[in-house]
């Protein structure tokens, strides 16, 4: 039956239609193939012109929210907060105006050719030399930095890394402030409320910037002092492919006594973990511009600094005429006492563990009455960002810009769960923020609060981190492998209530990343 029929139906209508069919049946197959990818590309594109605000979907961690028709997974650039108030915007956000300056620094930023090592490398300078001048203040001090762009064409802002400034001082531009175009100048101030170890960089056209040396080291030290003798700060930055310490290609003496204690300051301003091991023993003081409780003394172990990160190491110089050596890596070293130890110690089998190291002492607050629970699940898969395909960082299976947006209110207790299934180390982020390690890879901490602000997070590692949301704004948690941020690894985490007038791209052309 069914095969007479079909029999008979080609005289009446396939030899018309099968011609049809051929053309047709192609194009919808294509059509089938190429329409879901126009669309992913048409949803990666980003508009010439935009607003944070606007960047992804809402993630209230499962705390208050406070327009609930606002939240939810939304689509491209579906994310903005509708108000039921008006919001605050984060220029607000700053320290009292009324209050003179204890520390006042003028800094000027230009686009120039450096010399390391004897080489050429063309990169960025302040005032005149990479890495730019040492900020030194004491604690509490309100600090001023007048910021002038006398030659960056891409324009520049100063990001003030590890310092928890009120939102509008971040320097991140597009977000925070517009970028400085050349002859334009912006005014930072903000009290150094902690002690520690610190930088500041552009973040516009950060890789770049950044990579070519638009950077220097900010140093707050306690009213009380430092108990060390010596006081010195050791930038490691690879310059065109040269490894440096504070902008030279070779190691850094410090003529130290025998029998004095040195702080040494390694600031990590590249994009990849660096690993510090010296030929004695050392105390690790301070990760991140926060106090290590109750250092005890190291021997035969490496520390890892992610980057951005920061240590404060300290050595005591021997007292029978040898020196401290301190390696930054293989090919550089911070060589402290007498002349000697040019010979660099071998690199030890095993890292010294944060989690463990030193001794506990209360957070000063309860990460299990936490009011937040986010997620930052860091994968790659194939799609589009930014118009462009291929294999990119993904924020809990999102791509760029379509990435979370954290929701939080001033006063929330936020854990956060990050977890690394992208293949490749990511040093992680938040700006305006300390961060305590809970756990890693499921395994409480054990030792001194582990605080950052920039955690080395390896391929298949997951990390429990919490902090309280005290500094309200609009702030970047982001891979600070500025390739990676680049590439869309950046999400932000916004305190409900806030707005910026700033907009990515625009007529300053900001470009943070
Ligand atoms: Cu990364």
Redesign the pocket.
């Known amino acids: 039956m069914t095969a007479s029929s079909s029999r008979r139906r080609p005289t009446a209508g396939v030899s018309s239609g099968r011609p049809v069919l051929k053309v047709v049946l192609p194009i919808l197959a294509t059509i089938a193939i190429v329409a879901p990818l126009a669309w992913l590309w048409q949803a990666s594109r980003v508009p010439g012109s935009y607003s944070v605000m606007d960047m992804g979907y809402l993630d209230y961690g499962g705390g208050a929210m406070h327009d609930p028709a606002g939240g939810g997974p939304g689509g491209h650039m579906q994310g903005h907060v509708h108000h039921s108030e008006p919001s605050r915007l984060i220029t607000d956000l700053v320290v009292d105006t009324a209050r003179p300056a204890d520390v006042r620094v003028d800094l000027v930023a230009r686009q120039q050719t450096l010399t390391v090592g004897g080489r050429s490398v063309s990169g960025f300078t302040v005032n005149g030399t990479s890495p730019g001048p040492e900020i030194r203040a004491t604690q509490g001090d309100l600090i001023e930095v007048h910021l002038r762009n006398d030659s960056v064409a891409d324009g520049v802002t100063l990001h003030w890394h590890g310092v928890d400034v009120p939102n509008a001082m971040d320097g991140v531009a597009g977000v925070t402030q517009d970028a400085v175009p050349i002859g334009g100048e912006f005014t930072y101030r903000f009290v150094a409320t902690q002690a520690g170890s610190f930088w500041y960089h552009s973040h516009q056209v950060s890789n770049p910037q950044v990579a070519g040396g638009l950077l220097g080291s900010l140093v707050v030290t306690p009213k009380s002092g430092i108990a060390q003798q010596v006081d010195v700060s050791a930038i490691a930055h690879t310059y065109g492919g040269l490894r440096t310490i504070n902008g030279k290609a070779e190691d850094l003496r410090v003529p130290v006594h025998p029998g004095e204690r040195v702080r040494v300051r390694v600031i990590n301003t590249d ?1 990849g973990p660096m690993t510090i091991w010296t030929n004695g023993s050392y105390r690790l003081l301070a990760v991140d511009g926060t106090d290590v409780h109750q250092p005890t003394a190291v021997t035969g172990r490496s520390v890892t600094l992610t ?1 951005g990160a920061r240590a404060d190491l300290e050595a005591q110089v021997p007292g029978d005429g040898t020196a401290v050596r301190i390696q930054l890596s293989k090919a550089t070293a911070v060589v402290i006492g007498p002349q000697g130890a040019d010979v660099p110690p071998p690199q030890p089998d095993h890292d010294l563990d944060l989690l463990t190291y030193g001794s506990p002492t209360p957070l000063g607050f309860d990460p299990a009455q936490a009011t937040r629970r986010f997620d930052y699940l ?1 994968g790659r898969r194939p799609g589009f960002v930014k118009g462009r395909p291929g294999m990119w ?1 993904s924020i809990n299976g999102h791509l760029f810009p379509n990435v979370p947006m954290y929701v939080v209110r001033e006063g929330d207790i936020v854990v956060m769960h990050i977890e690394n299934r ?1 293949g ?5 982020h938040l700006h305006g923020h300390h961060v305590v390690v809970l756990a890693r890879n499921g395994v409480a901490a054990s030792g001194s609060p582990w605080w950052v602000d920039s955690l080395n997070v390896l391929a298949k590692e997951s990390y429990d981190v919490a902090f309280v949301a005290n500094n309200p704004g609009i702030w970047m948690d ?4 500025l ?3 680049a ?1 869309g ?1 950046v999400a932000h985490l916004m305190y409900e209530g806030f707005d910026t007038p700033y907009r990515i791209a625009g007529p300053a052309d900001n470009q943070p990343e």
């Open positions: 994009n980057a860091v960082w992208s490749e180390v990511h040093p992680m982001h891979c600070h492998n390739k990676h941020a590439q690894m």
